[in-house]
């Protein structure tokens, strides 16, 4: 007997970058010498001053259940960051912890989301975005951006699609698949727009440490009429590589704020206790930390977009921000040692199976003709895998 599945659940799909991940580890266990660009996790290991925090609040047997919204050490890290960085100011009960970003994201929607609401979610979009949108009970309003335009949001698409049920308006900045970042006329010119059509913002500021080109992270919820009105999702895992501790968070206003610590009560409880231990000396670390895991991503950013621009077919953007290339590959389609590549899709199979390079499609993201690739991988790595694609489309 099959057992019903809801319908809420039923839709949602298993994220396919984490699909392709698991495919790529199954030829690694398999003997295969497999490059993965597939992950959206720095290689770098976690810096030791947070490893230690944790260790230290393990041996004091800080082991048990937290408040739910994370511990006041944690959230006051937080205000202070937002207010020294973000130019925001916030007081502790507009903050609150996740599991995560993704779950602060998760909340977040549920809190505000209700049945037929529409979401709008820029493509390429990551993977998680809409599915939270559905699970919420909404309706996800997909709106492309353009190569031409770098991937950068242009208000009068949104506007465009607009309608009575408008709810939510999702951006991500620094982006995920794309690297693009939001100029401060852009922000400025979706900012009028939320306020003049009464929209909330979804701000997933995720991959703010990963800014290039001298470029500043600008946050949305810094323009006139913005703060009460725009969630800022955040967290320790890209910036400090900690993808694997589960610490992210949100700021926003204090009745949202409110129902999202609710829906955790009710969950997961809260966030690990040592983790957020962890994450209170990440929010202490010297500046100079971090800066040097982006200086390093950075020297990769320029590599692979350069090797990438040599396969004929291929055309890639430079990135300003984040640890990934969305390169254009739909001029590389055709006849490939005997096999018929006609989609991104296609190729990615290809790569793996051909010369085990683990790329992301751009189906996944909503955007077919490209592909992703993280450069949160190896210098020598990133030569090697874009050398085997390369050979892989000569033939
Ligand atoms: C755009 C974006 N937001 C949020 C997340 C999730 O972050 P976390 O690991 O803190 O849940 C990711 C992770 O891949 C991401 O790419």
Same mark, same amino acid.
């Given at each position: 007997?099959?057992?019903?599945?809801?319908?809420?659940?039923?839709?949602?799909?298993?994220?396919?970058?984490?699909?392709? /991940?698991?495919?790529? &580890?199954?030829?690694?266990? @398999?003997?295969?010498?497999?490059?993965?660009?597939?992950?959206?996790?720095?290689?770098? =290991?976690?810096?030791?001053?947070?490893?230690?925090?944790?260790?230290?609040? %393990?041996?004091?047997?800080?082991?048990?259940?937290?408040? +739910?919204?994370?511990?006041? #050490?944690?959230?006051?890290?937080?205000?202070? &960051? %937002?207010?020294?960085?973000?130019?925001?100011?916030?007081?502790?009960? !507009?903050?609150?912890?996740?599991?995560?970003?993704?779950?602060?994201?998760?909340?977040? /929607?549920?809190?505000?989301?209700?049945?037929?609401?529409?979401?709008?979610?820029?493509?390429?979009?990551?993977?998680?975005?809409?599915?939270?949108?559905?699970?919420?009970?909404?309706?996800?309003?997909?709106?492309?951006?353009?190569?031409?335009?770098?991937?950068?949001?242009?208000?009068?698409? $949104? !506007?465009?699609?607009?309608?009575?049920?408008?709810?939510?308006?999702?951006?991500?900045?620094?982006?995920?698949?794309?690297?693009?970042?939001?100029?401060?006329? =852009?922000?400025?010119?979706?900012?009028?727009?939320?306020?003049?059509?009464?929209?909330?913002?979804?701000?997933?500021?995720?991959? #703010?440490?990963?800014?290039?080109?001298?470029?500043?992270?600008?946050?949305?919820?810094?323009?006139?009429?913005?703060?009460?009105?725009?969630?800022?999702?955040?967290?320790?895992?890209?910036?400090?590589?900690?993808?694997?501790?589960?610490?992210?968070?949100?700021?926003?206003?204090?009745?949202?704020? &409110?129902?999202?610590?609710?829906?955790?009560?009710?969950? /997961?409880?809260?966030?690990?206790?040592?983790?957020?231990?962890?994450?209170? +000396?990440?929010?202490?670390?010297?500046? =100079?930390?971090?800066?040097?895991?982006?200086?390093?991503?950075?020297?990769?950013?320029?590599?692979?977009?350069?090797?990438?621009? #040599?396969?004929?077919?291929?055309?890639?953007?430079?990135?300003?921000?984040?640890?990934? $290339?969305?390169?254009?590959?739909?001029?590389?389609?055709?006849?490939?040692?005997?096999?018929?590549? =006609?989609?991104?899709?296609? %190729?990615? !199979?290809?790569?793996? !199976?051909?010369?085990?390079? +683990?790329?992301?499609?751009? #189906?996944?993201?909503? /955007?077919?003709?490209?592909?992703?690739?993280?450069?949160?991988?190896?210098?020598?790595?990133?030569?090697?895998?874009?050398?085997?694609?390369?050979?892989?489309? @000569?033939?």
């Amino acid at each position: 007997m099959a057992l019903r599945i809801a319908k809420r659940v039923g839709a949602v799909g298993a994220s396919p970058t984490l699909a392709i /991940t698991a495919k790529a &580890k199954a030829l690694k266990a @398999a003997g295969k010498d497999v490059i993965g660009f597939g992950a959206g996790e720095p290689d770098f =290991d976690t810096p030791e001053p947070v490893k230690e925090a944790a260790i230290e609040a %393990l041996r004091a047997g800080f082991t048990k259940y937290t408040p +739910a919204g994370g511990i006041p #050490e944690l959230k006051e890290e937080i205000v202070k &960051k %937002l207010s020294r960085e973000n130019d925001l100011e916030y007081s502790a009960d !507009e903050v609150v912890v996740t599991t995560g970003a993704k779950h602060a994201l998760y909340v977040a /929607t549920m809190a505000l989301v209700d049945d037929g609401d529409e979401v709008i979610i820029p493509a390429p979009y990551w993977v998680t975005y809409p599915e939270q949108a559905r699970l919420a009970g909404g309706v996800p309003v997909i709106v492309r951006t353009r190569e031409e335009d770098g991937f950068r949001l242009r208000v009068e698409d $949104v !506007e465009a699609v607009l309608t009575e049920r408008s709810r939510m308006l999702v951006l991500n900045s620094p982006a995920n698949p794309t690297g693009a970042v939001l100029e401060r006329g =852009d922000l400025e010119a979706l900012a009028e727009l939320a306020c003049r059509k009464d929209l909330i913002v979804l701000s997933d500021e995720i991959y #703010e440490p990963m800014i290039y080109d001298g470029r500043k992270h600008i946050s949305i919820a810094t323009f006139p009429g913005m703060r009460e009105r725009t969630i800022v999702v955040n967290g320790a895992s890209k910036g400090f590589s900690m993808t694997g501790w589960r610490i992210g968070w949100a700021a926003g206003p204090k009745e949202v704020i &409110k129902a999202m610590s609710a829906q955790l009560s009710h969950s /997961t409880s809260n966030a690990t206790s040592f983790s957020q231990k962890g994450a209170v +000396a990440a929010y202490r670390l010297p500046k =100079d930390v971090v800066a040097g895991m982006v200086a390093e991503f950075e020297k990769r950013r320029r590599e692979i977009v350069r090797l990438l621009n #040599e396969i004929p077919g291929v055309s890639c953007l430079m990135p300003g921000g984040a640890f990934y $290339v969305f390169p254009n590959v739909a001029g590389t389609y055709g006849e490939h040692r005997g096999r018929r590549i =006609d989609s991104s899709l296609a %190729l990615t !199979e290809y790569l793996l !199976e051909e010369v085990n390079v +683990a790329v992301v499609h751009g #189906e996944a993201f909503g /955007t077919p003709g490209y592909v992703r690739l993280s450069y949160a991988t190896s210098m020598e790595k990133i030569q090697e895998g874009v050398k085997r694609i390369s050979e892989a489309l @000569a033939g």
